[in-house]
């Protein structure tokens, strides 16, 4: 696995989810966002205390909502390009789910967007 992949498995487990099966858009804009604050804590990050970065996430909502909601941003911005690039795939009457391949695709595009972000 890649270091994106591994970090969007990290993230999937500290939001509760499993690799297998899909989640929702707004599960997986939490996805992002985790994903971002791990890559951001770069090492030093957690990968595994649910309950910590749970905790922590909430404590960062509340206190440095401007930074969180720059990651938050970048992360939806992703998302929204890779609906947009196929929308001609998506049917509007269902609800989207996204696979764990879609979601590495997602962060795929973010860690090479990263740099010229920020």
């Given amino acids: 696995l890649d270091e994106s992949t591994e970090l969007l498995s990290a993230a999937y487990v500290l939001n509760g989810h499993e690799r297998f099966g ?14 971002l604050i791990v ?3 770069g ?7 649910v309950a910590r970065h749970q905790s922590m996430k909430q404590k960062w909502k509340t206190t440095d ?3 969180l909601l720059t990651l938050a941003e ?5 998302l929204n390009t890779f609906n947009f690039l196929r929308h001609d795939t998506i049917n509007p009457f269902v609800p989207v789910v ?4 879609a979601a590495s695709q997602i962060v795929r595009s973010m860690a090479r967007a990263y740099g010229q972000w920020q």
């Avoid at 899909?22 to 994903?35: A, C, H, P, T």
């Fill in 74 to 78: 970048f992360g939806e911005d992703a």
């Fill in 43 to 49: 090492s030093k990050a957690n990968l595994t205390d």
């Fill in 98 to 101: 996204y696979s764990f391949q």
């Fill in 65 to 67: 909502m401007q930074s």
């Fill in 39 to 41: 890559f951001e804590f």
């Fill in 22 to 35: 899909g989640i929702s858009r707004d599960s997986l804009q939490e996805v992002l966002l985790s994903y």
